[in-house]
């Protein structure tokens, strides 16, 4: 099965965006909490590799800034789009470093967001979209550690926790 990494957020902002996603995003497909994925599918069968990179890449890397600027369309769904220029150049450099292991669809750039609701009608969506709208107020946080999970087909397994402890200059 493939492992998932993903952001994991500060207290505060995981407080905010949590309840969302219990709120709305659909109960029989809610395995974890809310997050932020950089890689969807990476190979199980690379997981000393990727265990080892993620031990260096959390202990050199500063927890990362972030802003969540408003909310995006999914056609079947919606999320809260985040802003991190750093947490992009963090994927670009895992990219570089996995280029040979990567999927076609892992390998290219990501638009950060923390995904609320998916998977449902294009009416249920939009009406998300709109009270979402409505409610929201833009906010800074920080991405503090990054999470691998495997995917089991359902319920995901936590793999690892990797703090982000690296000098905040």
Partial sequence: MALILTLGFDA??????????QRYFPAGRNFIPVHVSLFQQLPAQAMDRILA??????????PLPFRASGIMDF??????????KEALDLHGQLRRAWSDILTESDDRKR???????????RDSA????????????????????????????GPWERA??????????
């Fill in 75 to 84: 056609s079947g769904g919606a999320a809260i789009d985040i802003a991190c």
């Fill in 111 to 121: 638009k950060l967001h923390a995904t609320v609701q998916n998977k449902v009608d």
């Fill in 160 to 169: 690892g926790t990797f703090p982000l402890t690296g000098d905040t200059k």
């Fill in 53 to 62: 990179g993620l031990r260096q890449v959390a202990e050199t890397t500063a």
């Fill in 126 to 153: 939009l009406a998300t979209q709109a009270r979402l709208r409505a409610e929201f107020t833009s906010w800074d946080g920080v991405f503090d550690r990054l999470l691998l999970w495997h995917y089991r087909g």
């Fill in 12 to 21: 505060h902002s995981f407080a905010r965006l949590e309840p969302l996603r």
